[in-house]
Each structure stands twice: as C-alpha cells, then as structure tokens.
C-alpha cells in the first residue's frame, strides 16, 4: 500500500528559529494535508493542498505539495514555544487518509 | 469554530467485553470516519460512512467493529469481543459535505484493554 515518510523523525530547536519537515510518498496523492497533534487532543488540520505546486500559507505556517504529487514540505517561521507537537502529513487517497509517522518538534523558550 | 466531540475520553474494559466509542461529528457534514493509533504508531484508517452505509473499510475493520449513525446526530463504533491489541486510540473524523474534502477530528477516545 502507499507509504508516507516523513522527515525528520524528531526537532528540538531554539525558539524564533525557522522550521522545516518534508514528506515523501511512494505514489501520487491528489490532496495532501498537514495537521499538528498535541499530547492528550486530536489531529488538528493545518494546511490542506490541491493542486500540484501549490503554496499555501496560515499565518506563520507555509506548505507547498510536489510537482511530482508525491511529496510536500512544512515550513514554520519564527518558532514559538506553542508549536511544540508532532506533526503529520497525511494523503487524501478515496475518503481515507493515509498517514506519516510524523515529526516531533520540541522548541526551546 | 464546529467541533468534532467523543466521548468517553478513556475507556478501559476487560478483554472479550464489548465497547461502544461515541462520537458527535459536525452537524452538516455528511462524511464520517473512524481511525485507530497504537502508541508509538502511525494512524491507520479504520472506516468511511456516507448515506448511512459503510464506503470503505479497511483489513483491519474485521467481523468484530461496527458502526452506527442512530439518531441523525451520534456516530458509533462497537467493537464487539475486544482483544489485547485493540488498545489504541480511536479517533473519529468529519468530512464535510462533499467527497474528499479535509476531515475534522475529535479529540479521541482512549482504549485500554486488560
């Protein structure tokens, strides 16, 4: 079945630094999203991508989806300490979602 | 902003016992889902529900998993002779109106098995 990878597996970082995840799929997805999970709550949705090549921002977040569709970058700017989670990709493959593993980003005050 | 709701938030249950997981999605959303994770793991797609029937399921969702829209408001999923592996959490998902539109999660329920 169609795989996402995700990298990296984990970040600590400083805050007000810049942040960037990729994933990478094995075969073409037509929508891919972005949502972050907190300890103890739900995957929330970050960012949803159409079209390939598109760039698409929600405030100090940016993701752009693959020419290719098989692959996807996350950028966070300016880092704070609330962005502190884990991060996950997933393909919108016929009404399921396929998942990454996700990245786990600490973020240092 | 319309929110997914589940509930119980833990649930644990003695092993060969059956286990209802509730769920409110958002009230004009038509596309309904259940997921899985394992901890340490990564979400795994149980069920999608449109129209009152299943529209996909995957090899997980064997004999032993159910779901149910009974009332118009509520979405269930029974497990109906739980094992040692079912613990996971379950997270219930809403799709919107129209096919493979973003899906809206609940913040899950929390399945323990002993």
């Known amino acids: 079945g169609q795989q996402l990878n995700q990298s990296p597996q984990s970040m600590f970082i400083q805050e007000g630094e810049d942040v960037s995840m990729n994933c990478t799929s094995s075969?073409?997805?037509?929508?891919w999203l972005w949502y972050k999970q907190e300890p103890g709550e739900g995957p929330v949705l970050l960012i949803a991508l159409y079209k390939a090549g598109e760039l698409t921002s929600n405030g100090r977040l940016t993701a752009q989806f693959g020419i290719t569709r098989k692959d996807s970058f996350l950028n966070i700017s300016a880092s704070i300490p609330s962005d502190v989670g884990i991060y996950f990709c997933?393909?919108?493959?016929?009404?399921?979602?396929?998942w990454g593993l996700g990245t786990s980003l600490a973020v240092n005050p | 902003e319309p929110e997914v709701t589940q509930t119980p938030s833990h649930q644990v249950t003695q092993m060969g016992q059956e286990v209802i997981l509730r769920c409110v999605p958002i009230?004009?959303?038509?596309?309904f889902y259940w997921y899985r994770q394992i901890l340490g793991q990564k979400v795994e797609f149980l069920v999608s529900?449109?129209?009152?029937?299943?529209?996909?399921k995957s090899e997980i969702f064997d004999d032993q998993f159910s779901v149910e829209r009974p009332d118009g408001s509520n979405f269930t999923l029974k497990i109906r002779s739980t094992k040692l592996e079912d613990s996971a959490m379950y997270f219930c998902?809403?799709?919107?109106?129209?096919?493979?539109?973003?899906?809206?999660f609940g913040d899950g329920t929390r399945l323990s098995i002993l």
């Open positions: 997933a393909g919108l493959e016929d009404r399921k979602l396929i």
């Open positions: 075969s073409i997805f037509n929508t």
């Open positions: 529900f449109y129209n009152n029937e299943i529209s996909e």
């Open positions: 998902a809403s799709g919107g109106t129209r096919l493979n539109q973003p899906q809206h």
């Open positions: 009230s004009n959303h038509l596309y």
